[in-house]
């Protein structure tokens, strides 16, 4: 199943997507939802961040290739990403006008489906909606000289994530693309996580209660490039789809 979230008439709704159409739901995919008749092309509609999250928990330096010589954590390190820094597909990432070294982060996203509290590694998956492709946008400057990451990683618009919520995936084996004005930046599979999808909800979930469209952005993989105004960065996940978003300065 592939979910969506789109405007349309000005109206925001869920839908469930087949083809180059969305059928719009009842009610969001985090409740009994049923699928109704009404109906758009996709070309008519604009696609939106696929949920609203209350907090995007993203998990750092979980790809070897990604430590650059640093050792490998022993548990999952996440961080939070704020709410406020989410845009939609296609919409612009704008460097902020201080911030230096900016760098997309290609990552594999978790849509959790209901609420998780002390999940065990073995039925994790079970508090999975689906997945979709996130961007965790990066200020490396402030990322190295802040105490705390809040505007390295939560500056407006750096929080892309979209464009589906699709079903029924192995999070333990999906082709991950990067690229930049066509160009590939970072390629890699999800099958190079150090710290898997069920071991992350496992570690988070027992101290953090995770709620109905939360997000677990799980880590880039290689070394990403630099975002310079112009741009346009494009995040693809096998069996999900890409992820495009221009880029501006402010
Ligand atoms: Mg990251």
Redesign the pocket.
């Known amino acids: 199943m592939r979910f969506a979230r789109y405007e349309a008439h000005g109206e925001i709704a869920y839908g469930v997507v087949k083809g180059s159409t969305v059928k719009q739901l009842t009610t969001t995919p985090f409740e009994d939802y049923e699928v109704t008749d009404h109906e758009h092309g996709l070309d008519e509609v604009r696609l939106l961040a696929p949920c609203t999250p209350s907090k995007i928990v993203?998990?750092?330096l979980n790809y070897a290739s990604h430590l650059g010589g640093r050792e490998a954590p022993k548990v999952p390190e996440p961080f939070l990403k704020t709410p406020s820094s989410i845009i939609n597909p296609g919409d612009t990432i704008v460097i902020p006008r201080e911030a230096a070294e900016v760098q997309e982060?290609g990552?594999l996203t978790v849509v959790i489906g209901k609420r998780c509290r002390g999940a065990a590694r073995a039925d994790a998956l079970s508090y999975v909606l689906g997945y979709t492709c996130g961007n965790?946008v990066?200020a490396r400057q402030w990322q190295r000289g802040d105490l705390q990451w809040w505007r390295a990683k939560s500056s407006d618009t750096f929080a892309p994530f979209g464009p589906f919520i699709v079903t029924d995936l192995d999070p333990g084996d999906l082709h991950l693309q990067a690229r930049t004005n066509g160009k590939v930046v970072q390629d890699s599979s999800t099958s190079d996580l150090i710290h898997d999808v069920p071991s992350i909800i496992e570690f988070v979930s027992r101290v953090m209660t995770l709620l109905p469209g939360d997000v677990i952005?799980t880590?880039?993989p290689g070394q990403p490039g630099y975002l310079e105004p112009g741009d346009t960065v494009e995040i693809e996940i096998e069996g999900i789809g890409v992820l495009s978003n221009p880029v501006a300065s402010e």
């Open positions: 993203a998990i750092g982060e990552e965790d990066s952005m880590g880039t």
